[in-house]
């Protein structure tokens, strides 16, 4: 009876068989056993729509079929099919390391036994069991452990990541940066995010680290910050206006509160007239926003012109801050001037430029009653406008430094 061969080639001699040549032919199977167990062979599976069929060597070495790691090279230019013979019974560690963006499929050469593919973006690596488990139909099985590779794209199912590093960006499916992040030297503040059990009030996003840490969203250039379609209130330059329906003429040198008709049933202008001659004023008094930052604030000034000179008006502001339980009898602070010129038409609306930061006398606190004295610098020399200035009212523009007045 002469000799035989497993499904791998290893030759199995029968007794009194090969005198003379068994120191050889064991030498041939103990070298085909090594390419069984850990041998690597590269297999060239280049070309269109086809297979690549690796077949037995009995009693040789070299056959692909008989290593334990296959690296399937070369270009392919459509879907390509590796198979094997019915009766083989083993695992490989096969990387897919062709070119091309084509599946590649590893299956016994026939029957409808399962088998394992390669999709046409993955060029990974996976483990992958030859069960021959069946005469016409057998099965071949991917182990599920392929390997993460540097350059390799993999999806990870059902893995957990402890403290993994991430570079400079997250990458959407398509590859585009989702998320961008940047590194802090000795960072010690981050974000931490909750998710929430059902009937609660939602997912939270917290800064954490230090103490009293508030979390930074900065829209670009003039972006602005939305939930949903609608703009969030953030800390900022807010503005108040007072009208001149809402000042009073001071007790001394009082400005002349007016009602000017334009023409009948149309607006009608209620203003403070400032004369050109002689220094007048006006006041007004609030309590400003808790959410004011307490620092200085700017003004604007809104008025009509008496008559058809084109010459400079010069209002100033000045305020002062009274605390609870605090005197009235205060000086007001430091006063900010702002120059406007009139247009040449009686009636206009105009609107002067915004002053310098004026400072509030009086050390501002939340709840403070806020003073302000508006007047006409009509005694300086560059003050040309003839007629009386007619004050429509001033826009306060102060700094926030809270969401809101809580």
């Given at each position: 009876?002469?000799?035989?061969?497993?499904?791998?080639?290893?030759?199995?001699?029968?007794?009194?068989?090969?005198?003379?040549?068994?120191?050889?032919?064991?030498?041939?199977?103990?070298?085909?056993?090594?390419?069984?167990?850990?041998?690597?062979?590269?297999?060239?599976?280049?070309?269109?729509?086809?297979?690549?069929?690796?077949?037995?060597?009995?009693?040789?070495?070299?056959?692909?079929?008989?290593?334990?790691?296959?690296?399937?090279?070369?270009?392919?230019?459509?879907?390509?099919?590796?198979?094997?013979?019915?009766?083989?019974?083993?695992?490989?560690?096969?990387?897919?390391?062709?070119?091309?963006?084509?599946?590649?499929?590893?299956?016994?050469?026939?029957?409808?036994?399962?088998?394992?593919?390669?999709?046409?973006?993955?060029?990974?690596?996976?483990?992958?069991?030859?069960?021959?488990?069946?005469?016409?139909?057998?099965?071949?099985?991917?182990?599920g452990m392929g390997t993460v590779t540097l350059?390799?794209?993999?999806?990870?199912?059902?893995?957990?990541?402890?403290?993994?590093?991430?570079?400079?960006?997250?990458?959407?499916?398509?590859g585009n940066e989702l998320i961008k992040l940047?590194?802090?030297?000795?960072?010690?503040?981050?974000?931490?995010?909750?998710?929430?059990?059902?009937?609660?009030?939602?997912?939270?996003?917290?800064?954490?680290?230090?103490?009293?840490?508030?979390?930074?969203?900065?829209?670009?250039?003039?972006?602005?910050?939305?939930?949903?379609?609608?703009?969030?209130?953030?800390?900022?330059?807010?503005?108040?206006?007072?009208?001149?329906?809402?000042?009073?003429?001071?007790?001394?040198?009082?400005?002349?509160?007016?009602?000017?008709?334009?023409?009948?049933?149309?607006?009608?202008?209620?203003?403070?007239?400032?004369?050109?001659?002689?220094?007048?004023?006006?006041?007004?008094?609030?309590?400003?926003?808790?959410?004011?930052?307490?620092?200085?604030?700017?003004?604007?000034?809104?008025?009509?012109?008496?008559?058809?000179?084109?010459?400079?008006?010069?209002?100033?502001?000045?305020?002062?801050s009274v605390t609870n339980d605090g005197t009235?009898?205060?000086?007001?602070?430091?006063?900010?001037?702002?120059?406007?010129?009139?247009?040449?038409?009686?009636?206009?609306?105009?609107?002067?430029?915004?002053?310098?930061?004026?400072?509030?006398?009086?050390?501002?606190?939340?709840?403070?009653?806020?003073?302000?004295?508006?007047?006409?610098?009509?005694?300086?020399?560059?003050?040309?406008?003839?007629?009386?200035?007619?004050?429509?009212?001033?826009?306060?523009?102060?700094?926030?430094?809270?969401?809101?007045?809580?």
């Amino acid at each position: 009876m002469g000799s035989n061969y497993t499904p791998l080639g290893v030759q199995l001699m029968t007794t009194g068989e090969k005198a003379g040549t068994w120191g050889t032919l064991t030498n041939t199977n103990w070298d085909i056993m090594e390419q069984i167990s850990g041998g690597y062979k590269e297999q060239d599976i280049a070309g269109g729509a086809g297979a690549t069929t690796l077949s037995v060597s009995d009693g040789s070495t070299g056959a692909t079929l008989a290593h334990r790691i296959i690296k399937l090279t070369g270009s392919i230019t459509g879907n390509r099919t590796v198979t094997i013979p019915l009766d083989v019974q083993t695992f490989y560690i096969v990387t897919n390391g062709s070119s091309g963006a084509y599946t590649v499929e590893f299956k016994y050469v026939s029957g409808s036994g399962s088998s394992v593919t390669w999709a046409t973006t993955d060029k990974g690596t996976k483990i992958i069991y030859a069960a021959a488990d069946d005469g016409t139909n057998p099965n071949i099985i991917d182990v599920g452990m392929g390997t993460v590779t540097l350059t390799g794209t993999e999806t990870l199912t059902n893995k957990t990541l402890t403290s993994p590093k991430i570079g400079t960006a997250i990458l959407d499916t398509g590859g585009n940066e989702l998320i961008k992040l940047t590194a802090t030297g000795s960072a010690v503040n981050e974000l931490t995010i909750a998710n929430a059990a059902s009937g609660v009030t939602g997912p939270v996003i917290s800064a954490t680290g230090e103490t009293n840490v508030g979390i930074n969203i900065n829209p670009a250039g003039s972006g602005v910050l939305k939930s949903g379609s609608a703009a969030i209130k953030i800390a900022g330059t807010e503005t108040i206006f007072v009208p001149s329906s809402a000042m009073y003429g001071s007790t001394t040198n009082g400005a002349d509160p007016q009602q000017v008709e334009t023409t009948a049933t149309r607006p009608d202008l209620k203003v403070l007239d400032f004369d050109a001659g002689t220094a007048e004023y006006a006041q007004f008094a609030i309590a400003m926003p808790k959410s004011w930052n307490l620092g200085t604030v700017t003004f604007q000034y809104f008025w009509a012109p008496s008559n058809t000179n084109t010459g400079n008006v010069i209002m100033g502001l000045q305020g002062v801050s009274v605390t609870n339980d605090g005197t009235a009898d205060v000086v007001f602070g430091t006063a900010q001037e702002v120059t406007d010129a009139g247009t040449g038409a009686v009636e206009d609306v105009l609107v002067s430029s915004v002053s310098s930061a004026m400072t509030i006398a009086g050390s501002p606190a939340d709840d403070d009653y806020t003073f302000f004295q508006v007047y006409r610098d009509a005694a300086d020399g560059s003050d040309t406008f003839t007629g009386d200035a007619r004050l429509l009212g001033i826009k306060l523009f102060y700094t926030t430094d809270a969401a809101n007045d809580a």
